[in-house]
């Protein structure tokens, strides 16, 4: 796993020196994987897949984890960087070269890759939470940058093996991004204690992992959320900035507005918008209308949220996202409370989210009439 190459053949002639006769028939393939100049060309002929039979399939489980740690050793060096984009050329080149691993070598990537995060994995997302909400120690927590990275890291393991990951991995994977967003609520929530420019910065991780989570719902459109997910997420990302959107979203749409814009393309979605907090005091669809009433806000973020309205008017399940588990959240506000789209089968859910929000849309309609 060691950054510098030369470690690395050092620590590979230790293993080959244990003479496992599922790894020595491969000694030079793994060789030219650690040498610099080699390694591209490796990489080329070397295939991992199980279709290329590069690798008897009895040997893989003895040779792909110590490809897998020469590889991440490889693509966390900056010995490749010296070129303007040639660090990440080789972490592209790693990835594409790692997605032709099965599903249990990716969760070996992967508890290597986010190792910090490993005691996380096996946890359930609100315990997640709550262990480091109450654990947190300011004078030792791990630090911005680190969290950066791993962002960073998360964001292209989620490009490039996401499609290929069935749910348990991925909620695996998940508990990761669960960690980040639970230690930067954490110290945000600590307030006053936190130095400014500390908190700033933490504020834009936070900003960071919003874009993520954008990400995470257009690509994993059939994930089955769970309740304590959709909790963890609303609480340490959702809610801290849910209050002030109609105050930080009049100039151009933030980062929040576009996730919730990503929710109104898929009707499956639309019950998150109408997700509250425990109080009943917050919630997306009630905060985006405030945006859409101030005054102030611009064309361009009310022209976003009439289009948003009109998805939520028009889109409907098709049949075979109707085989898809529905998501339930785990608080929303009552949906319809007078009834009026009780008697219609025709009302599509956006709609009936919609019904408590009717005096605001008309009086838009109106100034834009005027």
Known sequence: KHKNPGLQKYALDCILNYKNKSVLPYKTNLHNLVDEKKFKEELTLFKITEDAKNIHPEDREHVVPIILRILYGKMTSKLGA???GGGQARRSLIMRYLAGCNENELKMFIEMAFFHFTQYMTMKPKDILQSISCNLDLKSITSPGKLH????LFEVVREYF???MKDHLLSELFTVFYAVCSTV??????GDKVHIGYAKIMKNLRTLALSTLRKLFEQFDKYKWEKDELYVLFETLLWPMVPKLHIEGIHSPTVLLKLFNT???NPRYYILLATCSEQESLSPLPAIFKLLMAPKSTTGVVNMILDMIEKLLTLTED??????????TFNSLIIDKYGIAKESNVINFGSKILIPHIPSILDVMKRRIA
């Open 263 to 265: 929710w109104c393309q």
């Open 149 to 152: 990275s791993v962002l960073n």
């Open 319 to 328: 049949e075979e996202d109707k085989e898809i588990p529905p998501i339930e």
């Open 82 to 84: 010296d070129k303007k």
């Open 162 to 164: 996401g499609g290929y």
């Open 185 to 190: 609520a954490s110290v945000l929530a600590q």
